[in-house]
């Protein structure tokens, strides 16, 4: 016959329960510190999103032959001080990257009607924010045949099949393609001969130094001719040194972009004025 008594608990069993108890206080406790850290996070991310909450500034990519400025870069700076990095890392991890990228694209694309008409504006777009619609969208809107769309974190676009499908809607609203890091690994370069790009941008790795070094002059030669292939234009980034433009230029490359060129400035503070940068060197012969 059972009792309906409930059992005794020996020592044991407290010292179990007790245990538990200690255990699922952790547990709690760790998750309302997540839970908190997302919150703030997500305080931040929301911060950004605010009309305002990012600014932009613009890069000079500059025609070597001559210094004219053929383009501007758009780069994000978050208004609260927040290194971009982080501000774009933060809004990933809580679900928003996509939101927080076209926003820094609206606000890029903003700027385009103050822009000389002959010069370009290049926007940075992961894969999966070249997926939405609303990109295209905002494209359309702003003035397709003058924008590129630079894309960011390229290793996994084999394993994208939508992209495809978007870029080619860009092109056909007559946008352009821009690819980076070129020559800085294999998924580089697959992502080059999968995505076809108009505008291929050299690694920085490989213009650093480039003029002191035969290897990297070897490959930048290697990518010229590729890009002459593709027919894409071919743009070296963080030029710094007069060394690395006079060897960017013997080895055929035709645009630059880095801080010899032009520093990243706020819009109202860029003075394109002929659009001449600076007086570039003339090769050396021989």
């Keep these: 016959m059972l009792s309906d008594r409930p059992a005794a608990l020996t ?3 407290v010292a179990v329960l007790e245990v538990l108890a200690d255990l699922v ?4 406790g760790r998750l309302e510190a997540d839970a908190a ?3 703030r996070r997500e305080s931040a991310v929301a911060r950004h999103l605010e009309p305002g909450g990012m600014r932009m500034v613009l890069q000079p990519v500059v025609d070597l032959v001559d ?3 053929v383009a501007l870069e758009a780069l ?3 208004s609260t001080g927040c290194p971009p990095d982080r501000a774009f890392a933060e809004a990933a991890e809580v679900g928003l990257g996509v939101e927080l990228e076209l926003a820094a694209v609206r606000a890029a694309l903003a700027l385009l009607p103050h822009l000389p008409a002959d010069v370009d504006l290049s926007v940075n777009a992961g894969p999966a924010a070249a997926e939405d619609p ?3 969208d905002l494209v359309v809107a702003a003035g397709a045949p003058r924008v590129v769309v630079e894309l960011t974190e390229h290793d ?3 394993d994208r099949p939508r992209l495809g499908t978007a870029l080619r809607r860009l092109r056909e609203a007559g946008a352009r393609i821009a690819i980076d890091d070129a020559g800085a690994g294999y998924a580089g370069l697959r992502s080059i001969v999968d995505v076809a790009p108009e505008v291929l941008k050299l690694d920085i790795g490989l213009v650093r130094g480039l003029d ?7 490959l930048v030669r290697a990518l010229v001719a590729l890009a002459q292939d593709l027919g894409a234009v071919l743009v070296a980034e963080g030029v710094e040194t007069t060394g690395e433009l006079e060897a960017l230029r013997r080895l055929g490359v035709c645009r630059g972009q880095g801080w010899l060129l032009g520093v990243p400035a706020d819009p109202v503070e860029l003075d394109l004025g002929p659009r001449r940068l600076l007086a570039l060197p003339v090769p050396r012969r021989g």
């Design 212 to 218: 002191a070094d035969p290897a990297r002059r070897s």
């Design 134 to 136: 609303r990109l295209l």
């Design 11 to 13: 020592g044991a069993d």
């Design 25 to 28: 206080a952790v547990q709690l």
């Design 67 to 69: 210094g004219r400025v």
């Design 156 to 158: 996994d676009l084999a």
């Design 76 to 78: 994000a700076r978050p």
């Design 37 to 39: 850290v997302r919150t």
